[in-house]
């Protein structure tokens, strides 16, 4: 089955006189808002916080202002010699200077390298190198010492600009060379060559064409070696006008981006604004989010599978918690609330009869749920990987809608999106193609994708771009789904990931993985096993702060996190919710044995990509000892 854009009624000529390029689109949106408030960020406040803490205030920036401190930076970039589809690398967290860093490299017509600021020293040095980076953004100290350590390896590197004011001792040969400068030594240099040149920058803002490359992104690399995506500005103004042209998103919305805007989801959240002229708050500060959402009020997040499974976990402990009546009039409520939620996903308008029940419901406990996320919140967008349904369907009965959508580095992130409209949407599901692409299924159940948001290719690998498409000019996405009957697309597994037990049949681990997680609060991750095994096994890591409440409420407070993990009542509590789980499997599929692990899996041990994806084979290798264990005495 073939699902495209023409199955959609939308507007074709918000993609036909689409921008030209990102800087283009930036500077429309100048001309178009330049007073309208363009991003918030959160600075130091001059009044005290509650208890002595400090606080702050959220500080508007018009889109004019921006476009000057853009400017600013860029003319500065050009001062330095930086030529168009130059590689200029950004080394840092999400932060209100990565937005006018990456605005500033595609002003002076080059492309951004994204870094993970996790990203280890050797690394940076194969990103950095194999991208050609002229000149790289580092956010501090440590990122300028990595590269510093690096810099026999960098022969193309002519200058770091860090966005600290304390970037390190430098040596003599870098003092010499201006080898590291600071954003405020590169915003002189601009301002000077601006005075001497104002039309400096738009000069080369004209130069920049919609087949330039804007964006190198590098894979994760949860297998192999990372390769550089190359991203041209057709892809990013495609994927903004498509996004306005199945109007998910409205000029008077409000984003909050947390979202590592090094990871292709963070960095079409960053571009869609330029087309739409919605306000971004932005703050990388993950342990932020929660307090911010009550400050900044949002109308809508981009998150996580994993971000929206902690927030269930303890907003479902809260409710659980309290007293038997009080917790009875919670479970009253989200079930009203399902069945609103159940109404509006088929796309019917609820009866008299629910309608006031629902507002009763919502009254007395849902609306204090949604207050936790800012009030004002219309939906939130799950990417990166799989959400469990049932974890959406329960957010969407305390009123807060999750449209979960599908993207890759390779097609500049949404390829797929479920709408924020009642029958437009369904849970389980990626959605339907953005209007332009076109998404269809291969004979061994692949999803293919063809669109203007597809790559040009991998960065010097010509052999690995030819494989990557079919004789059709189809993206492989080495995704296994398939598409219904209404045109909405399910995601099943990674095509890579799929196993075959020694008896022959097939297992989609991501599917009882995903599951599990949305039965079991105390659990983190899941990793299933048993290719050419003879039974299904698993890997388990418990979740931190929810085991660490289970603990207090179960006399056991103080105990570390691998004392727990070993804990008898503890395995007995995970082996329920695995019980739960093997009673809607196959046979074939059920767990028999699982070991849980003496620590979770992190971004800094290597076992999840930044974008919080698990990193299989690497968890594999690090625990083949424990997988080879459970499979030593036979089945069970």
């Not at 006008?241 to 998910?248: G, H, K």
Request: net charge negative; hydrophobic share 45%.
């Amino acid at each position: 089955m073939l699902m495209s854009a023409s199955d959609e009624a939308y507007d074709p000529s918000l993609l036909d006189s689409r921008a030209v390029s990102v800087p283009h689109l930036f500077r429309d949106r100048v001309a178009a808002d330049a007073d309208r408030p363009a991003f918030l960020r959160a600075m130091p406040s001059r009044a005290p916080g509650a208890d002595g803490a400090d606080a702050e205030d959220w500080v508007p920036t018009t889109w004019a202002q921006a476009r000057d401190l853009a400017y600013t930076w860029s003319a500065g970039l050009l001062t330095l010699g930086v030529e168009l589809e130059n590689s200029v690398g950004i080394a840092a967290g999400t932060s209100f200077d990565w937005v006018i860093a990456d605005l500033a490299v595609m002003c002076a017509g080059a492309a951004t390298t994204t870094i993970y600021p996790t990203t280890l020293a050797e690394d940076v040095a194969y990103i950095v190198a194999d991208s050609g980076c002229v000149v790289v953004f580092a956010e501090d100290a440590a990122q300028v010492d990595k590269l510093r350590s690096q810099r026999d390896k960098l022969p193309e590197l002519r200058h770091v600009v860090t966005f600290s004011d304390t970037p390190g001792a430098s040596t003599d040969a870098e003092a010499a060379d201006d080898w590291v400068i600071d954003v405020a030594e590169l915003a002189r240099r601009g301002r000077a060559a601006l005075a001497a040149d104002p039309g400096l920058v738009d000069a080369r803002i004209d130069q920049v064409r919609a087949d330039h490359v804007a964006t190198i992104m590098y894979t994760s690399g949860t297998t192999g070696v990372p390769k550089g995506v190359l991203l041209p500005h057709s892809c990013w103004t495609y994927e903004a006008a498509a996004v306005q042209a199945a109007d998910i998103l409205r000029p008077d919305d409000l984003q909050y981006l947390w979202l590592p805007l090094s990871h292709v989801f963070g960095k079409v959240l960053l571009t869609l604004p330029m087309q739409i002229g919605f306000a971004t708050a932005v703050d990388g500060r993950i342990d932020k989010i929660v307090d911010n959402l009550a400050v900044v009020h949002p109308t809508f997040m981009g998150a996580a599978p994993r971000i929206f499974e902690k927030a269930h976990a303890r907003i479902d402990d809260v409710l659980r918690g309290g007293s038997p009546v009080k917790a009875r009039l919670a479970t009253w409520a989200l079930g009203v609330g399902r069945q609103m939620a159940d109404t509006l996903e088929a796309g019917r308008q609820p009866s008299r009869t629910l309608a006031a029940r629902h507002a009763l419901a919502d009254k007395l406990v849902l609306h204090k749920i949604r207050a936790r996320f800012g009030s004002r919140m219309r939906f939130m967008i799950s990417g990166s990987a799989a959400l469990n349904p049932d974890i959406a369907r329960w957010f969407a009965s305390c009123g807060l809608l999750i449209i979960e959508g599908y993207g890759l580095t390779e097609s500049s992130a949404a390829t797929c999106v479920n709408r924020p409209i009642p029958g437009a949407y369904a849970f389980g599901t990626i959605g339907w193609p953005l209007p332009g692409t076109e998404a269809k299924i291969a004979e061994d159940g692949e999803l293919l994708i063809r669109g203007p948001g597809v790559m040009r290719g991998y960065h010097r690998h010509p052999d690995a771009t030819a494989e990557a498409f079919d004789e059709d000019g189809f993206f492989r996405t080495g995704d296994i789904g398939e598409i219904d009957h209404r045109g909405f697309v399910r995601i099943t597994d990674r095509k890579k990931d799929v196993f075959k037990t020694s008896g022959g049949k097939y297992v989609s681990p991501a599917q009882i993985e995903t599951r599990f997680k949305g039965l079991c609060p105390l659990a983190s991750q899941m990793l299933v096993h048993g290719d050419r095994r003879n039974f299904a096994s698993a890997l388990v890591t418990l979740d931190p702060d929810a085991i660490a409440a289970w603990a207090s409420a179960h006399g056991k407070h103080g105990m570390a996190y691998e004392e727990l993990a070993a804990d008898p009542q503890v395995r007995a509590e995970i082996q329920a919710y695995v019980d739960q789980l093997n009673a809607g499997l196959n046979r074939w599929e059920t767990i028999k044995k699982f070991v849980i692990l003496d620590q979770d899996l992190t971004v800094e041990n290597g076992d999840l990509t930044p974008s919080l994806k698990v990193k299989r084979r690497a968890v594999e290798s690090r625990h083949q000892d424990e997988i080879d264990a459970m499979y030593a005495e036979g089945r069970p």
